[in-house]
């Protein structure tokens, strides 16, 4: 039953950005899911594998800022989602990425990560590298060879490299974030991960002043 309730919540939020704000404002949806996944983590139950799936799938719905065509809100439509919303879903996400057997089920938990940094101000993305393993993940996704997990890792890095603070900058090249850079300008590569990629290095460059 719980597993079907948070499905039928991620299909619902992922229609369009006026039922995800129903859903974050008419039920306790991130709270329900913070809890499983903590008893998740403490109890290792591998049970719920299909549940932590879904709970992730649903986060992924509730961080997104656009409709997925890409276009803008709708006028009146509140696109954005506030911060202390913002802290619980980093929280599952981080919660998730710890389990290690959920490794292959990554691309949402990626993508959600994506979202939320991509409509956060400087605090938050700096919040989100303060995680201790966040920045090292998303460089090691950079290498995935599947592109749903390449992908938001690099549109997440795209969007953490343009923050204000250098120190987020510091901890990409810390974790090697160049070398996981360079592998993907190649030569039948798509022009949309080239601009992405060439994106985060003018980041890099520009600094922060």
């Known amino acids: 039953m719980i597993d079907q309730c948070i499905w039928l919540c991620a299909n619902t939020a ?5 039922l995800r704000n129903m ?3 008419e039920t306790y949806i991130i709270d329900a899911m913070n809890k499983i996944i903590s008893e998740a983590q403490v109890n290792k139950v591998s049970l719920l594998k299909g549940i ?7 986060v992924s719905n509730l961080s997104r800022s656009k409709p997925r065509d890409g ?7 509140q696109a954005t ?3 202390e919303e913002q802290m619980k879903l980093l929280y599952i996400i981080r919660t998730f990425m710890e389990c290690k057997e959920m490794s292959l089920s990554m691309q949402d938990a990626l993508w959600a ?3 939320l ?3 956060a101000d400087d605090t938050f993305i700096t919040q989100v590298c303060q995680g201790k393993s966040t920045m090292k993940t998303l460089v090691q996704y950079l290498g995935s060879h599947l592109h749903e997990e390449m992908t938001p890792a690099l549109r997440a890095i795209g969007n953490i490299l343009s923050s204000s603070n250098p120190e987020n900058i510091d901890l990409f090249l810390f974790e090697g974030g160049l070398d996981a850079l360079n592998p993907l300008m190649i030569e039948n590569q798509s022009v949309q991960v080239m601009k992405e990629v060439l994106w985060s290095c003018s980041n890099i460059t520009a600094g922060t002043e």
């Open 14 to 18: 992922g229609e369009s950005l006026k």
């Open 23 to 25: 859903i974050l404002s």
């Open 52 to 58: 932590l799936a879904n709970i992730m799938w649903c």
């Open 71 to 77: 276009t803008d809100p709708a006028p009146g439509i």
């Open 81 to 83: 989602i506030t911060q």
């Open 113 to 115: 990560i994506a979202y």
């Open 117 to 119: 940094v991509e409509q």
